[in-house]
């Protein structure tokens, strides 16, 4: 079923791999849950729905596209979720899904036609990169916002925290514990993190497990089924259109450019050229829109699936290790809980991520202005305005005038012009 032999592979070693990813994103099951709950989301609901569309996603790229390539709730928009579009537009969390479920449907007709080619190809490389990068930042200053590393300032907005508190002190341990880890390329780096500076706060007293440890999964507040006509409905009344071009946008680059990276890494690329994209797209379109039927953000293609591929994963068979191992876990959601109730052992991973998405900031084209002005808007207006929307449109709408400015008219796709309209109503109308 996997091709196991053609791949030169086998159980053992897609096993391995599928264990490998596992410990490197296992951290997604505390933190995604953890962001969400400040939208409002209920942590076990959170968790629970995590676990569910990992697993729905991961199983289609198993089956459909036969890639090592695990599906998950992207760690920049579920940020972008809690942050920006709950809180910016006043609408409940429930209202929220309805967006993300229209763009999972979005994605998935797009994914079943050529022009999800086109529209990747329309967006200029440099704001691509720009966006990565921009996600980081804001990923990173989450992560040291939650620990009190970053604090309020009446003046200046933000100022250093106090490094006397016991939290941020356990924040710098954590991170301290986690680049070591890293830079000896210790498998699950940022997992076993988590579980020694997890042991340092509960024997320091920061961490209490009051609740047990196993528990029957379930879903507090029912299962949020939308359907179309209402999901569409809500996003119509509600104003939301900037809310799901966002999303499909970063959904577009972010599987797009984990499943090339990844793909090329596992030498699976054919002529070139991604064997089955239509495929991974769909599975990713499934599990965003089933992961906001039970309550979770966009997913996408996770870069952390290289880690398989580097230990010899080169088929699906990764993914149903990952799966099972997922749905296991689906049974310690108090133990899970208890570890999201202290920021300070989840922190040190946000922070970290980020400057893995950051590293795609080499590949902008810095020498020519009217290329690096409108990717430097894109990389400091996301954390900046703690928006994700907001970096893309500053973007979007700088770059055909600085084209224009130079006399490169030309050499704007026509879709950025109407991306560039689309976002500029979105910050004068949609705002207000």
Known sequence: MFKLKERNTTIRTEF?????????????????PMILKDAGVPFEQGFTATIIATVVGTLCMAFFANYPIIIGPSMGLNAYFAYSVISSHNISYAIGFSAVFVTGIIFLILSLTSFRAKLINAIPSNLKHA???????????????????VADHPTNLVTLGDFSSPKVALTLIGIVITITLMTLNVQGALFIGMIITGIIAFFTGRLNFDKGFLSVPHLPEGVLVYNPIQSVADVIHYGLYSVVFSFLLVMLFDTTGALLGIVRQAGLLKNGKLDRAGSAFFSDSIGTAVGAMFGTSPTAATVESSAGVGTGGKTGLTGVTVVILFVIAAFFGPLVSAVSAVPAITAPSLIIVGSFMIKSISEIDWNDFDEAFPAFLVIVSMPLTSSIANG??????SYPIMKFAKGKIREVHPLVYVFAVLFLYQLIFLAQ
């Not at 391995?16 to 995604?32: D, H, S």
């Not at 966006?131 to 804001?138: D, E, K, Q, S």
């Not at 992560?143 to 590393?149: D, H, T, V």
């Open 392 to 397: 893309i449109a500053l973007g979007f709408i």
């Open 131 to 149: 966006i990565a990068a921009g996600i980081g930042l804001f990923i990173t200053f989450i992560g040291l916002r939650l620990s009190g590393i």
């Open 16 to 32: 391995l791999a599928g264990i490998t990813t596992f410990l490197t994103l296992a951290y997604i099951i505390v933190v995604n």
